[in-house]
T-cell receptor, first 114, second 111 residues
């Protein structure tokens, strides 16, 4: 079966622009997570959805970052007024209700803000 | 101070060597411990998952957890060039919660 997919794989934008990053979780997975990975660092948690609602958004760095999951499947991470410091790989992971703690990661979206 | 500390390396070993990777953590609330492997420009993939203190073995990989010392390890026996990757330790406080990662150790296994 298909794994977690993320689009686009690469995104280059200019400072101040708005971007949307998309995550398609594994079919049937109820939990979805967003992480951000800067060069040479481990992933850092951003937000976690259980179904359609955000169960934990404590990792969002500021109000320029927002994420939605309106139908409990696909999720979109939205970044307003991008800054150069937002450049990173944005990773999405999903987990099944029966799958314990195993989170399956997508390949990530590499965001570059010029 | 970060909650999870991991030496970033890089670590270079010859093929066939035993590799030891380690992480320390400060929060005793962590209950679940994982090791992920990440190849260049790929997402992390789960290698090992442990819940309690002790050892867990899977093929050439052994994970150790010492909760009293807040220290976890991953051993790789008979290392292969295909093991060359970044190894990330990760921890969770509660079932289904967010992963807290270490910085990752970059490993290179030379033929």
């Amino acid at each position: 079966g298909a794994g977690v997919s993320q689009t686009p794989s690469n995104k280059v934008t200019e400072k101040g622009k708005y971007v949307e990053l998309r995550c398609d979780p594994i079919s049937g997975h109820t939990a979805l997570y967003w992480y951000r990975q800067s060069l040479g660092q481990g992933p850092e948690f951003l937000i976690y959805f259980q179904g359609t609602g955000a169960a934990d958004d404590s990792g969002l760095p500021n109000d320029r970052f927002f994420a939605v999951r309106p139908e409990g499947s696909v999720s979109t991470l939205k970044i307003q007024r991008t800054e150069r410091g937002d450049s990173a790989v944005y990773l999405c992971a999903s987990r099944s209700r029966q799958g314990g703690n195993e989170q399956f990661f997508g390949p990530g979206t590499r965001l570059t803000v010029l | 101070q970060k909650e999870v500390e991991q030496d970033p390396g890089p670590l270079s070993v010859p093929e066939g060597a035993i590799v030891s990777l380690n992480c320390t953590y400060s929060n005793s609330a962590f209950q679940y411990f994982m090791w992920y492997r990440q190849y260049s420009r790929k997402g992390p993939e789960l290698l090992m998952y442990t819940y309690s203190s002790g050892n867990k073995e899977d093929g050439r990989f052994t994970a150790q957890v010492d909760k009293s010392s807040k220290y976890i390890s991953l051993f790789i026996r008979d290392s292969q060039p295909s093991d060359s990757a970044t190894y990330l330790c990760a921890m969770i406080r509660n079932q289904g919660g967010k992963l807290i990662f270490g910085q990752g150790t970059e490993l290179s296994v030379k033929p």
